[in-house]
T-cell receptor
Framework: GIQVEQSPPDLILQEGANSTLRCNFS?????LQWFHQNPWGQLINLFY???GTKQNGRLSATTVATERYSLLYISSSQTTDSGVYFC???????????FGSGTRLQVQP | DTEVTQTPKHLVMGMTNKKSLKCEQH?????MYWYKQKAKKPPELMFV???????INESVPSRFSPECPNSSLLNLHLHALQPEDSALYLC?????????????FGPGTRLTVT
């Protein structure tokens, strides 16, 4: 099956700092999503981005499908950004998401 | 509205109990999913329903029995579970056809098997 690798696994930032999270995947995809999982377990949709660039407030994402990677940018981080960020992909021909192992982000005041 | 609801939020059950998890969406989605998430791990797919028919079963033990009674509802029936089945169970839904197959997740049911 498709492989999804996320880096870094852990990240500690001071409030106000910027960061870039990376997601590499091993095959062509129909769907790529970024999620933020809060401490209560809820997966919050950040971006649906199988290709191209999107921005939503302090967050933006870019997927380069031909090179099989996606980047999530967080600017001016806040303590509420803490949690686990997952990249998940749906490969062609299979209607299901495969998740990366996540990046655990801690933003300190 | 992009809401998927799940009940109950928490469930504690013994190994001889029978219980059910419920998931509901009213977005008109015709694909629904069950994922299992162990602590500090990513979610892993269990089942996929498409147009109320089971399309993917990830070799899940038969003590987990899914059911999709209509296009808005998804159940997961639990019987004779083991302590290692304790996890967060997440339901999701998506379109089947069209441009976007974005999946939306419910808040999950946190299951403890004693």
């Amino acid at each position: 099956g498709i492989q999804v690798e996320q880096s870094p696994p852990d990240l500690i930032l001071q409030e106000g700092a910027n960061s870039t999270l990376r997601c590499n995947f091993s095959d062509s995809v129909n769907n790529l999503q970024w999620f933020h999982q809060n401490p209560w377990g809820q997966l919050i949709n950040l971006f649906y981005i199988p290709s191209g660039t999107k921005q939503n407030g302090r967050l933006s994402a870019t997927t380069v499908a031909t090179e099989r990677y996606s980047l999530l940018y967080i600017s001016s981080s806040q303590t509420t950004d803490s949690g686990v960020y997952f990249c998940a992909v749906e490969d062609t021909g299979r209607r299901a998401l495969t998740f990366g192992s996540g990046t655990r982000l801690q933003v300190q005041p | 509205d992009t809401e998927v609801t799940q009940t109950p939020k928490h469930l504690v059950m013994g190994m001889t109990n029978k219980k059910s998890l419920k998931c509901e969406q009213h977005m008109g989605h015709r694909a629904m999913y069950w994922y299992k998430q162990k602590a500090k791990k990513p979610p892993e797919l269990m089942f996929v329903y498409s147009y109320e028919k089971l399309s993917i079963n990830e070799s899940v033990p038969s003590r987990f029995s899914p059911e999709c009674p209509n296009s808005s509802l998804l159940n997961l029936h639990l019987h004779a579970l083991q302590p290692e089945d304790s996890a967060l169970y997440l339901c999701a839904s998506s379109q089947v056809r069209g441009h976007s197959y974005e999946q939306y997740f419910g808040p999950g049911t946190r299951l403890t098997v004693t």
